[in-house]
C-alpha cells in the first residue's frame, strides 16, 4: 500500500513539520512493516514558478513548425526588465500551442533542475535567447504527457488565485512523501488511506476524521433490483448516477493521487472508484447502467459457464465462483474483476455503482483457481469493513456529482445486512500475564477503545466487541497482540528462557551428525536438492511397476508441473545436481544427501476436525495413519576422478569402489558392520553392485548405475551411486557409548587364499570365514584376488587377512591354527572353498 503523507494529513492531525520517514518510524513502531519512504519530487529543485502568459507571436520556421516566441510574467523576485512591460518577464521559446494570453502556467527558470536530470539554462534557439522553459507533465515528472504544456487552474486546492512567482507544487501535488506499506494479511484495514490514518493517529494521540459518516441502513429495495443468492454476499450496495458528461477529463489532482498510490488514470468515472477505494478500503465497482439487463443477481457459477473478464480473458468458471450476473448471465467475477459486457465506455452517462461485502474465504479461493490477482481482491481476501460499502457508495456518487455533473438517484438498493460482530469476554490481566509486561486494566480498555472496540469492564473480565473493520479479532489472545502493538512490542522485555537440565540433542541427531561429519572427512561434499519427483524420473531409472519407490505422493498445489510429486529416492536429485556441475567443466564429483523420501499411504485421506476443540484420540490416530511414511535416506553419486594424477601417482578413477566405501565409512561411524550380498536390479548395472546389510537386515544397495540409466540422466560413464535408509542404519547400529575393554595381549595374524568359483561373491566366503572363526577372530579384511595361472578356469584366488586376539590371554600357536582351520572348513562347506596350497 502505498500512501502520500499529503493524503493522509486530510485525515489525521500530524504534528507540523513531521515528515514521511519519521512518521513511517511510528507506524513501524505500531506494528506495520514500512519498506521504503519515497520522496516524490525531490530531482526537482531551483526555480520553478508560476508564470501569467501576456504575450505571444506565432513563428513558422523552415522545417515547417511553428514556434511561439512568449513574454511570460514570472513575479517580481524573478522578471526581468522589458520595454514594453514595467513589471518585467521572461521571453521564452515554446513549441506548444494550447495556451492563451492571461493563461496561467509553469515555468522553469535557468538554473532549475527538471524530472530525469535535466537542467534548465538560457540558451539560443530558433534565432532567439529562451530564458527558461514552460514545462510539460512529463518534464516534471508527474505524467506522460507532452502534447502540450500544463495550464494552470485560477485558484489553488484552498481558493486562493495563483500569482506569478508563486510555487506550483502545492496545486500540482508535484512534491510529497510517500510510504510504501507491506500489509500483513491480519491488518487488511490498513490497505486504505482511512486505516493507516487510524492508526497513525492512535499512535501519535492525535484526532483522527474517518470518512465512513453514514451508518448502513436496514435493507432497502427502491433502487436498482438486487438479488442474493448465496451468503458469501451478505451486503450489496447499489446506487444509480445519471447525466454524467463522459468528456469531462480527470482533475489533476486525483489523478495525481492515484498515480502516486501506484495505480494508473483510466476515465474520469473509474478514476472516482479506485480513488475511494484506496481512501475507504472499500472497492467498488461502476456498471454502464443501459447495458444491465433485468435484475444483479449474486450467485454461485455452474459447470461451463464463461465470463469475459476487464483484462478481455475468457475464463472458465467453476462452481466455487462467486459471481455478479444479470439476465444476460455472468457480468462480473465477484470481489475479483469486472465483466467486459458491462464496463463503463467513452459514451456512458449513467452507472450504477456497486458496493458490496463479500466472504474472504471466497474470494481468496476465486483468485487462486483464476491467478487474478487485483486491487479488489487483494482486499477482499483479508477482509474488509461491511460498514464502509454504504458510505463508500456515497462518496462516489457525490464525486460523480462535484467532477463529472451527474445527479444522485433518490432510490437506492441495500440487500442483506450488517454480520454480527463476536463478543469475546477476557481477563483484564490476560495481556499482562502473556506479554510479560504490566498492562493495567484501564490502559488496556483505553487501547482497545481507542482501537474502536467497545468496551465493558465487570470487575476483572472484560467484555470487547470488535470494530467492523477488525476481522482479525475473533480470540482472547487477538486482543493481546493488539495491546501488545500499541503499547509497543519495544517496551517488551526479551527474556531467554532457560534450558532445561539433561537436554540436548537426541540420539538419532547426534548419529547423523556423526554420520555427515565422517562422510566430509571422507571426501564427499553434501547437497541440499528439492524435495520434488515426478514419475517420469521413476521412469528413467528403469523401476518396474511393482517397485514401492513408484508409489508417489502427488502435491496439491506443485511449484513446477514437471515435479508435482514427493520423491520416493534421492538419486533423481542428485543426478540433476552433477548435470549442473558437469554442464560447467566439474566432473570430478563426490555428492551426498541426507533428507526425507516419502511413501503413499492407503489409509486414504485425512480427516478435517473441527478447529473449536481438540481432535480426539481416534481423529489423531486417523490423521498420523493418512500421512505418506516418511524414512530418512543417505544416497552418494562419484564421477570423474577420485584422486587425480601428481606426483604421488596416477590418477584414481571414481566408482563402485568409493560407492561401496561410502556405505562402510557410514556404518562405521556408528560402529555398525557393514556387509554385502550380490544382488540386481534398477538402477544398477547387472554384476556390478551390491545390497547392503547390517545385522543381517538389508539397508539398501551400491553399485556402478546401468547404462540405461547414466544416458537418460546425461551422467558421465561408469558413474556409481548408493542410497541406504539412514533411520535403518540407526536403528540397526549397536548401541553407543558403552566401553569396550581393549585387550592388552598381542595380537595372532594368519593369512588364508581359498579358490572359489567366480559366482560365489566375496561378502560370501567372508561371512562364511567370520562364522567359522568364532569369537576369537578380530578382524577379516580382503588383500588379494588372483585368476590365471594354476588357478581353474572359472575360478578366482581370494586372500584374506584373519586377526585374532583373546582379551584375557596371549594366544598359543594351537588355538590359533585351530581357528583358522575351522574358518576354512566352514567356508568350504558353504561356498565350495579350496584352499590354495600353490
Not at 130 to 152: K, N, Q
Not at 386 to 414: D, K
Amino acid at each position: 500500500m502505498r500512501a502520500p503523507l499529503a493524503w493522509l494529513a486530510e485525515h489525521v492531525e500530524l504534528p507540523e513539520g513531521i515528515t514521511g520517514r519519521e512518521l513511517a518510524e511510528v507506524l513501524i513502531r505500531a506494528g506495520l512493516e514500512v519498506e521504503t519512504v519515497e520522496t516524490i519530487g525531490a530531482e526537482i529543485t531551483g526555480p520553478v514558478v508560476v508564470g501569467r502568459i501576456l504575450a505571444f507571436a506565432d513563428e513558422p520556421q523552415k522545417n515547417g513548425k511553428t514556434i511561439r516566441w512568449v513574454q511570460v510574467d514570472v513575479g517580481p523576485v524573478h522578471n526581468e526588465p522589458h520595454p514594453d512591460y514595467p513589471q518585467g518577464c521572461r521571453s521564452v521559446v515554446c513549441g506548444a500551442h494550447n495556451f492563451a494570453v492571461g493563461d496561467l502556467v509553469v515555468v522553469s527558470l535557468p538554473g532549475s533542475v527538471l524530472a530525469g536530470g535535466f537542467a534548465i539554462a538560457a540558451r539560443k534557439t530558433y534565432g532567439h535567447v529562451s530564458d527558461g522553459m514552460i514545462c510539460a507533465e512529463d518534464e516534471l515528472g508527474i505524467g506522460h504527457d507532452h502534447t502540450g504544456i500544463i495550464v494552470l487552474p485560477a485558484t489553488d486546492g484552498s481558493g486562493r488565485e495563483l500569482q506569478p512567482g508563486d510555487d506550483p507544487s502545492g496545486v500540482l501535488h508535484l512534491r510529497d512523501d510517500v510510504l510504501d506499506i507491506d500489509v500483513s494479511p491480519d491488518m487488511g484495514y490498513c490497505l486504505s488511506i482511512r486505516g493507516l490514518a487510524r492508526e497513525a493517529g492512535q499512535a501519535l494521540g492525535v484526532r483522527f476524521t474517518d470518512v465512513i459518516d453514514k451508518p448502513t441502513p436496514t435493507t432497502r429495495l427502491d433502487g436498482y433490483p438486487v438479488l442474493l443468492a448465496d451468503p458469501a454476499c451478505p451486503l450489496f450496495v447499489a446506487l444509480g448516477v445519471s447525466g454524467i458528461d463522459p468528456s469531462r477529463p480527470t482533475p489533476r489532482w486525483l489523478a495525481r493521487r492515484l498515480v502516486m498510490a501506484g495505480m494508473r488514470s483510466i476515465s474520469l468515472a473509474v478514476d472516482i472508484t479506485n480513488y475511494v477505494m484506496l481512501e475507504t478500503g472499500q472497492p467498488l465497482h461502476a456498471y454502464d447502467a443501459a447495458l444491465l439487463n433485468g435484475p444483479i443477481v449474486v450467485r454461485k457459477a455452474t459447470a461451463g459457464e464463461q465470463l469475459v473478464t476487464l483484462d478481455d480473458t475468457t475464463r472458465i468458471l467453476d462452481p466455487g465462483d462467486l459471481l455478479i450476473t444479470d439476465d444476460t448471465g455472468p457480468i462480473g467475477l465477484a470481489g475479483v474483476m469486472g465483466g467486459q459486457s458491462t464496463e463503463l465506455r467513452e459514451t456512458t452517462t449513467e452507472v450504477v455503482i456497486e458496493a458490496a461485502h463479500f466472504d474472504p474465504t471466497t474470494i481468496a479461493r476465486t483468485l487462486r483457481r483464476h491467478n487474478l490477482p487485483s486491487e479488489a481482491s487483494k482486499r477482499f481476501h483479508r477482509g474488509v469493513d461491511p460498514n464502509a460499502a454504504y458510505s463508500a457508495a456515497h462518496l462516489a456518487a457525490r464525486l460523480l456529482v462535484e467532477l463529472a455533473g451527474g445527479t444522485i438517484s433518490a432510490a437506492e438498493t441495500v440487500a442483506g445486512g450488517l454480520p454480527v460482530a463476536p463478543t469475546q469476554v477476557i481477563d483484564a490481566d490476560l495481556p499482562t500475564r502473556i506479554l510479560g509486561v504490566e498492562v493495567p486494566a484501564d490502559r488496556v480498555a483505553a487501547i482497545l477503545v481507542a482501537s474502536g472496540c467497545t468496551v465493558a469492564m465487570a470487575g476483572d473480565r472484560v467484555s470487547v466487541t470488535p470494530p467492523t473493520w477488525r476481522s482479525d479479532l475473533r480470540d482472547p489472545y487477538d486482543y493481546v497482540e493488539e495491546v501488545g502493538r500499541k503499547v509497543g512490542f519495544e517496551q517488551i522485555p526479551s527474556v531467554v528462557p532457560p534450558a532445561p537440565v539433561g537436554r540436548g540433542l537426541t540420539g538419532g541427531q547426534r548419529a547423523r551428525r556423526a554420520i555427515a561429519a565422517r562422510l566430509v572427512d571422507a571426501g564427499f561434499v553434501e547437497v541440499l536438492t528439492f524435495p520434488f519427483a515426478s514419475a517420469e524420473d521413476l521412469d528413467r531409472l528403469g523401476l518396474a511397476s511393482g517397485d514401492e519407490r513408484r508409489e508417489l505422493v502427488r502435491l496439491a498445489n506443485p511449484l513446477a508441473e514437471t515435479a508435482p510429486c514427493l520423491r520416493t529416492t534421492i538419486l533423481p536429485g542428485l543426478f540433476a545436481a552433477v548435470g549442473r556441475n558437469t554442464s560447467r567443466g566439474n566432473d570430478d564429483l563426490a555428492l551426498f544427501e541426507a533428507g526425507r523420501v516419502f511413501f503413499a499411504s492407503s489409509a486414504g485421506a485425512a480427516p478435517i476436525p473441527p478447529v473449536d476443540r481438540r481432535p480426539s484420540a481416534a481423529e489423531l490416530a486417523a490423521i498420523e495413519a493418512a500421512l505418506p511414511r516418511q524414512p530418512r535416506h543417505l544416497a552418494a553419486v562419484v564421477t570423474g576422478q577420485w584422486r587425480r594424477a601428481g606426483w604421488q601417482g596416477p590418477a584414481v578413477g571414481a566408482g563402485w569402489q568409493q560407492a561401496f566405501a561410502f556405505a562402510e565409512q557410514a556404518a562405521a561411524a556408528l560402529g555398525a558392520t557393514l556387509r554385502r550380498r550380490s544382488s540386481s536390479g534398477a538402477p544398477w548395472h547387472p554384476g556390478r553392485c551390491a545390497e547392503l546389510l547390517v545385522a543381517g537386515e538389508s539397508i539398501g544397495s551400491a553399485g556402478e548405475l546401468h547404462p540405461e540409466v547414466i544416458r537418460e540422466f546425461g551422467l558421465p560413464a561408469r558413474t556409481a551411486a548408493v542410497e541406504l535408509d539412514l533411520d535403518a542404519l540407526i536403528r540397526l547400529a549397536p548401541e553407543r557409548g558403552s566401553i569396550v575393554a581393549i585387550s592388552g595381549h598381542p595380537v595372532a595374524k594368519e593369512d588364508v587364499a581359498l579358490v572359489v568359483a567366480d559366482s560365489v561373491p566375496v561378502g560370501t566366503l567372508q561371512e562364511a570365514l567370520a562364522a567359522g572363526a568364532g569369537e576369537l577372530l578380530e578382524s577379516i579384511s580382503l588383500f588379494d584376488v588372483f585368476t590365471g595361472g594354476q588357478v581353474p578356469a572359472g575360478h578366482r584366488s581370494l586372500a584374506f587377512a584373519l586377526r585374532f586376539r583373546a582379551p584375557d590371554r596371549t594366544l598359543t600357536d594351537v588355538e590359533t591354527a585351530a581357528a583358522r582351520e575351522a574358518a576354512v572348513a566352514m567356508a568350504a562347506e558353504q561356498c565350495g572353498a579350496v584352499l590354495r596350497s600353490f
